[in-house]
């Protein structure tokens, strides 16, 4: 019997509103791949993000397109050199880790070559607003032990010791998402060392980083948006100190390990991230947060509505997935 591959676009209210250097949203839009072989099913999810060229009816696209490969039964290593790394790859790459543990009977991680995951902490994320309204959202986020803060540019150092009053105690991340200039990075970075920031992520647009190689690192330098998949490690030299891997840039777990692998043997401090996504889209992320410096895996808590039945979060303490949500 042949594989079926379906998928379904869903959408899921977030809590409020998320907003970042590039604009503010109220729901996002899921992809979710489906493989069937016989009665047993495996998912993965991804997000489609518009930065690097994606959409809902883009990624649908190149999903459905490889329908025929699935139902001949390609395996995931065959997958890659199919799909170029995204979100489609990653949607299918992690259905096939699914249904994959579900014939099997062991668990993804297993399959993986990972150890087993335990319970991770994962930053949780403040959107970017003014000083004041980001010192209160911080005020109330202080009792947990990681927050991630997205920044935006002029003004940073005000959001940054706003945000460092309300949690005092909190480690913190900072994310420019690319929203920082050579004429405010190094005062930027210099507010962040003030504060006590642990990490900073993307501070420049990822076609003009190579001034990172040229100025002090006061505060670690993560590549988020200038690194998808292990062809882009080599332009990061001198650059960046970390680097943040998300499936849906990596194109699925299968990169994903393989990048963090490389990256550790160049030095590279790791950090787990997500688009903002459901539960279902941060499992497999979670099978990477034992070896990582940095988790921030917290979609689901940023969400009005999750999956039924969702990961499990107690405050910021991340659970591994169970294998009746994925893998």
Known sequence: MSRRLTLAVERFPIAGAFTISRGSRTEIAVVVATIADGDTVGRGECVPYPRYGESVESVSALIEGQAAAIAAGIGREELMTRVKAGAARNALDCALFDLAAKLEGRPAWQIAGLAEPRPAITAYTLSLGTPESMGEAARKAAYRPLLKVKLGGDGDPERIAAVRAGAPEARLIVDANEAWRPENVEANLEACLKAGVALIEQPLPADADALLAEIP??????????????????????????????????????????LARE?????????????????????????????????????????????????????????????????
Not at 275 to 284: D, E, H, I, K, R
Not at 293 to 299: S, T
Request: aromatic share 4%; glycine share 10%; net charge negative.
């Open 217 to 258: 690192h006061p505060v670690p330098v993560c590549a988020d948006e200038s690194l998808h998949d292990r062809a882009g490690l080599d332009a990061l030299a001198g650059r960046y100190d970390a680097i943040n891997i998300k499936l849906d840039k990596t194109g699925g777990l299968t990169e994903a390990v393989l």
């Open 263 to 327: 990256a550790r043997a160049r030095g590279l401090s790791i950090m787990v991230g997500c688009m903002l996504g459901t539960s279902l889209g941060m499992a497999p992320a979670a099978l990477l947060a034992n070896d990582a410096a940095f988790v921030d895996l917290d979609g689901p808590l940023l969400l009005a509505r999750d999956r039924d039945p969702p990961l499990r979060y107690e405050g910021s303490l991340m659970h591994p997935p169970t294998p009746d949500l994925w893998g």
